[in-house]
C-alpha cells in the first residue's frame, strides 16, 4: 500500500455533548461514503464506533475510537469521541492530534455544557471548527434557534453553509449557500437529488448567502475592497476564502443534518474535504528535543526523521495493548526501530493497522499526517513519544482533569486482592483519568475517577474481562490525634517467669507543638538512669504506640516527647522490656493531656458559571467551608474555599447538579484542625465500630 500524500488527508475529531449523535453522524459519513454497506444504529449496537459492552449497555461513546473513509480521493480519518463529561479526558487526548473539528449539535437541545467546554478548548488549540446542526428531524428542531444559540455562546465566525429545506418530520433537503443549489434527499441511501432551490426559501436563502458572503470578505482584505465596492465574489473566490478562514479559526461553517435518515451527510463530506485543512495547512507542532537543547517544528515530510504520538491505548485480554498513533513526521514500516522518550527503551514497530472501529486492517507502511494503530508494542501507553533515535525528540505530556471523585475498592472473594490489582492495572494503561493508591494508613485500595459513572463503567470491564468483583465504599477520612497540654508518666514493666525476667523504667513528659511540625524526641536522661542503648528502644515503643492513639485509634501528630528519667535492672532490662515500658508511659501520658481528634482541611478551587456563584458559596459554607476569595476569569468564575476533606467524599455529584455539569473543581491538602466537639463523637463511634468489626 502506498503512503498516502498529507495534502490528501483529513483527520477530524467529532466532538459533542452526549446525546447530539456523534456516533450516528460518523455511521452515516462511513455509509454514504461507501466504506460500509449497511447503515448500522446505536440503539441496536450495529455501529461501526459503538462495539463496546459497555457503550451498546448505556447508549453512548466511552472510548474514542478511528475510522476511515475516502470521499474525493481524499483519505478522512474520523475519531469518534465521549460527550459524557465522565469520560471527557479521552475527547481532549484526541483534540492534541487532529487539525480539525466537527461540532455536532443536538438541534432541540442546542448549545449544551460540552459544546462549550470542547468548542473553547479547539479554540485554544488552534484547531478548525465546523459545526454540524443534527437530529433536524425531530419534533421542536429548529435550525434558526440552534444557529442563534450557536452565535450567541460560541464567538464570532460561525456562519451558516446550509439551510434545511423543511422543519421537524418534514425535512428532506439541503440548500448549498455556497454553490446556490439545493438537494433532496428521498431515502437513507444517503444520495441526493439536484434540485432547483423552493420559492418559499428565496428570501431566507438570499439572506443567509448575503452574511456568508459578510464572513468570506472579512477574511481576504481585497475581497474586503471588493465587497464594499458592491463587486460580486466569485464562487471560486468565496471557497477559497471560506478555505483560508476556516484554517486560521476566522470561520466556523455550520451544516444542517439528520444522521439517522442519513440527509446531507455527502454534503458533510464534501464540506470536510474542500474546507478542512490538510495536515500540510493546520497548526504548527513544535516539539523539545530529549536534551533539552532546542524545539523543533515537526513538518508532516514522509523523508524526515519519524516523530509519532499515542494519544489513547486500547487493552484487549486476547490482543494484547493497541496503540493509536498520529505521525506527524517520517514513515514507518512493519519492522521500523522508534526510540519511546519516555522509557528510553526501543520499540519495534510490529504490525502497523488502519483501524475501522473495532475491526482492523494490516498496512505495510504509513506516513506523516496519518492516525494509524500499532500492536503489541513492549511498553508503551497513552501519552508516550516514539521518536526516530537519530532525531529524538518528545511531546509535551497531555495534561488531563484530576481525579473528582474516590472510593475504597475490596473484593468480593476472599484470596483476589492480587487478581484485583492487575486489573486495574491493564485497565489504567488505557484509562490514564483512573487513578489507583493504597492509602498505608487506612489500609485502603482507592480507586479514583472523574465520577461515579467513570468507576463503575471501569468495574465493569473488569468483571467482564478478567472475572473479577469488587465492592465500592467511601473512603475512610485519614483522621488524625493530638493533645492540648502538657502531661507526665511512667511507664513501667515488670516482669518475672522463673527465669531471666524483664524490667523497664521511664519517665517521659509530652507537649503540643506547632501544627504541622510532627513529632520530636528529646532524650533528657543524666547520670545514667537509664542505659544509652536503651533509649533508641524507647523511642520505638513510643514512635509504635503513636500510631494508635487513645481517642479513636489514628496516628498522633504534633508532639514534643522528653525521656528526662527512669531506672533499669542490671540482669532483666532489655531492648524489648523498654520499648515495652516506652509504649505504656507514652499511653498514660497521652491520656492525661487533653487528646483531641484531627481532620484534614482542603484548599478547594471550583470553577464555575458566574450565575452559580452564590448557590456554589452556599454550599461550600453548608459543608463548614471558609472562603478565601473569588476571582472572574472570562465568563466563569473561580472561587477558593478551605474545606474539610470529610465535606468533600461526595462533591462532585452535587457541583455537578447545581451547575448543570459545567462545573469544576480541584483540591489539594493544606493542614489539619481540631473536628469540632459535637462531630468528633461520632467519628469516634464510628472508629470503635469498625475496630470491633474487625476484631
Not at 465596492?229 to 443534518?257: D, T
Not at 494509524?372 to 497513552?382: E, F, I, N, Q, Y
Not at 528529646?522 to 547520670?527: L, M, P, Q, S, V
Request: negative net charge; glycine residues 8%.
Amino acid at each position: 500500500m502506498a503512503l498516502v500524500d498529507p495534502a490528501k488527508i483529513r483527520n477530524v475529531a467529532v466532538v459533542g455533548h452526549r446525546g447530539a449523535g456523534k456516533t450516528s453522524l460518523i455511521e452515516a459519513l462511513l455509509f454514504t461514503s461507501g466504506a460500509k454497506n449497511r447503515l448500522g444504529n446505536v440503539v441496536d449496537g450495529s455501529t461501526t464506533m459503538d462495539h463496546d459492552e459497555d457503550e451498546i449497555k448505556r447508549q453512548m461513546t466511552i472510548l474514542a475510537g478511528v475510522a476511515h473513509t475516502e470521499w474525493d480521493k481524499t483519505k478522512i480519518n474520523l475519531v469518534d469521541t465521549p460527550g459524557e463529561a465522565s469520560f471527557i479526558n479521552d475527547t481532549l487526548g484526541v483534540l492534541s492530534v487532529v487539525e480539525s473539528i466537527i461540532m455536532t449539535i443536538n438541534a432541540v437541545a442546542k448549545v449544551e455544557v460540552q459544546t462549550e467546554r470542547l468548542w473553547k478548548r479547539a479554540t485554544e488549540l488552534a484547531i478548525s471548527r465546523m459545526a454540524v446542526i443534527n437530529m433536524l428531524d425531530r419534533e421542536r428542531a429548529y435550525f434558526n434557534e440552534a444557529l442563534d444559540a450557536l452565535k450567541d455562546r460560541l464567538g464570532s465566525g460561525v456562519v451558516a453553509l446550509h439551510l434545511p429545506i423543511g422543519q421537524e418530520g418534514d425535512f428532506k433537503g439541503i440548500v448549498d449557500l455556497v454553490a446556490m443549489k439545493a438537494y433532496l434527499y428521498n431515502d437513507n441511501s444517503g444520495t441526493s437529488k439536484e434540485v432547483e432551490i423552493p420559492d418559499e426559501s428565496a428570501a431566507e436563502v438570499e439572506a443567509a448567502r448575503e452574511q456568508l458572503i459578510e464572513a468570506v470578505a472579512e477574511v481576504d482584505d481585497a475581497l474586503t475592497e471588493k465587497y464594499l465596492e458592491g463587486e460580486e465574489i466569485s464562487q471560486e473566490e468565496m471557497i477559497e476564502a471560506l478555505k483560508n478562514g476556516v484554517a486560521q479559526g476566522l470561520i466556523s461553517p455550520v451544516m444542517a443534518m439528520s444522521s439517522t435518515k442519513n440527509i446531507g451527510a455527502d454534503r458533510v463530506l464534501a464540506a470536510v474535504v474542500d474546507f478542512l485543512p490538510s495536515p500540510l495547512g493546520g497548526r504548527a507542532r513544535i516539539v523539545r528535543l530529549m536534551d533539552d537543547s532546542d524545539d523543533v517544528e515537526l513538518k508532516p515530510n514522509a523523508d524526515d526523521p519519524a516523530a509519532l504520538y499515542v494519544f489513547k491505548t486500547l487493552s484487549d485480554q486476547f490482543s494484547g495493548r493497541i496503540n493509536l498513533v498520529r505521525i506527524f513526521s517520517g514513515r514507518i514500516g512493519s519492522d521500523s526501530q522508534l526510540l519511546n522518550a519516555r522509557t528510553g527503551e526501543r520499540e519495534r514497530t510490529g504490525n502497523i493497522l488502519t483501524m475501522q472501529g473495532k475491526e482492523t486492517k494490516g498496512v505495510d507502511e504509513a506516513g506523516a499526517g496519518d492516525i494509524v494503530a500499532l500492536a503489541k508494542l513492549k511498553d508503551t501507553a497513552t501519552g508516550d513519544t516514539l521518536t526516530d533515535p537519530g532525531r529524538p525528540v518528545r511531546f509535551s505530556p497531555q495534561e488531563f482533569p484530576p481525579a473528582a471523585i474516590s472510593f475504597a475498592i475490596t473484593s468480593k472473594a476472599k484470596g483476589d486482592e492480587e487478581k484485583v490489582s492487575n486489573a486495574l492495572k491493564r485497565l489504567s494503561e488505557e484509562d490514564p483519568a483512573m487513578q489507583l493508591r493504597f492509602d498505608p494508613q487506612t489500609k485502603e485500595m482507592i480507586i479514583s475517577g472523574t465520577s461515579q459513572v467513570h468507576v463503575e463503567v471501569i468495574l465493569d470491564k473488569m468483571k467482564r474481562r478478567f472475572g473479577v468483583e469488587v465492592e465500592l465504599h467511601p473512603p475512610q477520612v485519614p483522621y488524625r490525634e493530638t493533645i492540648r497540654r502538657k502531661a507526665q508518666a511512667q511507664g513501667r514493666h515488670k516482669k518475672q517467669t522463673g527465669g531471666r525476667g524483664q524490667f523497664g523504667d521511664c519517665w517521659i513528659e509530652i507537649e503540643p507543638l506547632t501544627r504541622g511540625m510532627g513529632y520530636e524526641f528529646e532524650d533528657a536522661i543524666f547520670g545514667g538512669a537509664i542505659p544509652r542503648n536503651f533509649i533508641p528502644a524507647v523511642e520505638k515503643g513510643i514512635v509504635e504506640a503513636m500510631e494508635r492513639g487513645v481517642v479513636a485509634g489514628y496516628p498522633v501528630v504534633d508532639v514534643k516527647v522528653k525521656l528526662y528519667d527512669g531506672s533499669y535492672h542490671t540482669v532483666d532490662s532489655s531492648e524489648l522490656a523498654f520499648k515495652i515500658a516506652g509504649s505504656l508511659g507514652w499511653s498514660k501520658a497521652m491520656e492525661a493531656a487533653d487528646p483531641v481528634l484531627l481532620e484534614p482541611i482542603m484548599n478547594v478551587e471550583v470553577t464555575a458559571p458566574e450565575e452559580n456563584m452564590g448557590d456554589i458559596m452556599g454550599d461550600l459554607s453548608g459543608r463548614r467551608g471558609r472562603p478565601q476569595g473569588s476571582e472572574a476569569v472570562g465568563e466563569t468564575q473561580i472561587i477558593r474555599a478551605q474545606v474539610p476533606l470529610a465535606e468533600m467524599l461526595a462533591y462532585a455529584p452535587q457541583l455537578r447538579s447545581m451547575t448543570g455539569g459545567r462545573g469544576s473543581y480541584v483540591m489539594e491538602f493544606d493542614h489539619y484542625e481540631e473536628v469540632p466537639a459535637h462531630m468528633a463523637q461520632k467519628v469516634i463511634e464510628e472508629a470503635l465500630a469498625r475496630k470491633k468489626e474487625e476484631s
